[in-house]
Each structure stands twice: as structure tokens, then as C-alpha cells.
């Protein structure tokens, strides 16, 4: 496996490589990022996974400074996972001026995280658009637990019409159903016995829209409450069409069950997709 620092080097590195599935990621790997990984070897001849702690997608009182930078145990274990390139550039090699061309994405990037991350998505696009002209490949796999960002980069993908197929793989979750998060590792042992609170909320929603329910703001206000009795500050709970990120209207057949609360100093967000037929 090839660590490599800056884009020339890549470009060099990856110009006879065949199709290349890229995993972009923050690094502070668990074994969600190791299943893109793995997934990756699927679809391309070459595996790149980048490791790159992106300032433009935090906010100016979020975590880019305290944010876990470990890249030794990171490639170590891209290199278990069968990686054949990681990118690990500098933010002076990804942005030697300051940026002044940024991605604008859709309008729904800022509803749900990005009412409360605002330019959190603009952030997102303008990297990985910029990670797509440095990599070119032909297929990139992100993770489903942020499904928004994946929405979203879909949305930029299609419009600005990059060739890049891009591939949602499911969320890998813990026994007790948390969803694996790189900021998990903030959780005080007390908090990580609470986490799965949130995707029980999520479950409980799937189960009474299975089962007919169809008052989404009252399915919502009972999650939200529930988090909100057991010492959570919630951003959000929120029943969407999965196919616009849209409240649903009309007839729905696919939606996801989408949230975000803090607990303690830790922001967790999740989501659920549920398979139902029936008019509203």
C-alpha cells in the first residue's frame, strides 16, 4: 500500500492504475470506514481512500481543532483492509490559496444538519468535488449513516454531470444498535450507554408508520420527547421522503426516518430507511 502526500504524486501514482473506487474519508477509522473499503474492491481496480480533516466543513465553534488526527493506526488498518492508496494531503496542499470557488449545493442542504451546520454542506461539496478532479475515479462509496451528505453529493454528482458513480453502503452499527461514528470516541461510558437511545427513537418511528401511522409530526414529538426526558439536546426528528429529503406529500413509498441530538458534548445523528405503500 501507497501513502501519498500530495496530488502530483497521486496523479503519477494512479495514471496507469485502471478504475479506481476512491473511499473519501476524515481518518479516526472504525470499522464502518474499513467496510467501504472492502466494499470498494467490488468496483474498481485500484482502492484509494483519502485522509483528509477538511476545515471548510466545520463550523467556527466545531471540533476541526480537537478532531482525532491518526493516521499510523488509520493506515495500518486501510492496509488490513486491502487499500492500495492512501491520500493524505495537507490542508496547504488541498487549499494553497484561500478558496474562493465553493460548491453551492441544493436547497435542501440547509434543512435537517444544515439548519444547524450552516455552510456544513457547501463545505462537503467543495472537497469532494475537488477530490474527485484530483482522484478521477470511476466509482466512490460513502457510508448511508450520513444520509443527508449523501444526498447531497448525489444531487452534485448528477447536475454537474462528474463521472463518478456513486455507491451508498449501509450503516454498520454496534450490538446494541449505535451506529459506528467516529465521534462515538467522545462518549463518556455513562453517555455510550445511553447513545442507542437515539436509534431506538428512529426504530420505534419505522415500526408505527409500518404498522399504518401516518401523523409524522406527532411520531416525531413523541421521539423528540423521549430523547429529550433522558438528558438529550435534540437538533432534530424528522420523517422524509427518501427520494427528495422532502416532508412527504402525496403517495410515499420509500421514506427515512432522519435525527440528530446531542448528548453530553456529543453530536450523534442517525436515520432510517422504511419500505411503505400508502397514500397520505
Not at 503519477?12 to 470499522?31: C, D, I, S
Not at 430523547?227 to 427528495?244: F, H, K, M, P, Q
Request: with cysteine; hydrophobic share 45%.
Amino acid at each position: 500500500m501507497d501513502v501519498i502526500h500530495t496530488i502530483e504524486a497521486l496523479q503519477a501514482r494512479l495514471r496507469t492504475a485502471g478504475p479506481v473506487a476512491f473511499v473519501p474519508t476524515m481518518g479516526n477509522l472504525h470499522a464502518g470506514h474499513l467496510a467501504l473499503v472492502r466494499s470498494a474492491h467490488e468496483h474498481g481496480d485500484c482502492v484509494v481512500a483519502s485522509i483528509f480533516v477538511n476545515p471548510l466543513q466545520f463550523g467556527p465553534t466545531e471540533d476541526f481543532q480537537t478532531y482525532p488526527r491518526t493516521l499510523d493506526a488509520d493506515c495500518a488498518q486501510l492496509n488490513e483492509a486491502g487499500a492500495d492508496v492512501v491520500f493524505a494531503p495537507s490542508v496547504a496542499e488541498m487549499y494553497p490559496t484561500p478558496q474562493q470557488v465553493e460548491i453551492v449545493p441544493p436547497p435542501i442542504a440547509s434543512e435537517l444538519c444544515g439548519a444547524f451546520r450552516p455552510g456544513h454542506f457547501q463545505g462537503v461539496t467543495t472537497v469532494v468535488a475537488k477530490l474527485f478532479n484530483i482522484v478521477q475515479p470511476a466509482v466512490a462509496v460513502f457510508g448511508k449513516k450520513d444520509f443527508q451528505q449523501l444526498f447531497v453529493i448525489r444531487a452534485m454528482v448528477r447536475e454537474l454531470n462528474f463521472p463518478v458513480r456513486v455507491i451508498g453502503a449501509e450503516t454498520l452499527r454496534a450490538e446494541d444498535g449505535l451506529a459506528l461514528s467516529s465521534r462515538n470516541g467522545y462518549l463518556s461510558a455513562q453517555d455510550r450507554q445511553e447513545a442507542p437511545r437515539l436509534y431506538r427513537a428512529l426504530c420505534n418511528i419505522a415500526d408505527q408508520l409500518k404498522a399504518g401511522a401516518r401523523d409524522f409530526a406527532a411520531l416525531e414529538g413523541t421521539a423528540r420527547q423521549a430523547l429529550e426526558s433522558n438528558g438529550w439536546r435534540v437538533d432534530y426528528v424528522s420523517v422524509r421522503d427518501a427520494s427528495t429529503l422532502l416532508p412527504p406529500v402525496g403517495e410515499l413509498n420509500q421514506c427515512v426516518i432522519l435525527g440528530a441530538a446531542w448528548l453530553g458534548t456529543t453530536r450523534l445523528i442517525d436515520n432510517i430507511e422504511v419500505s411503505i405503500a400508502a397514500l397520505i
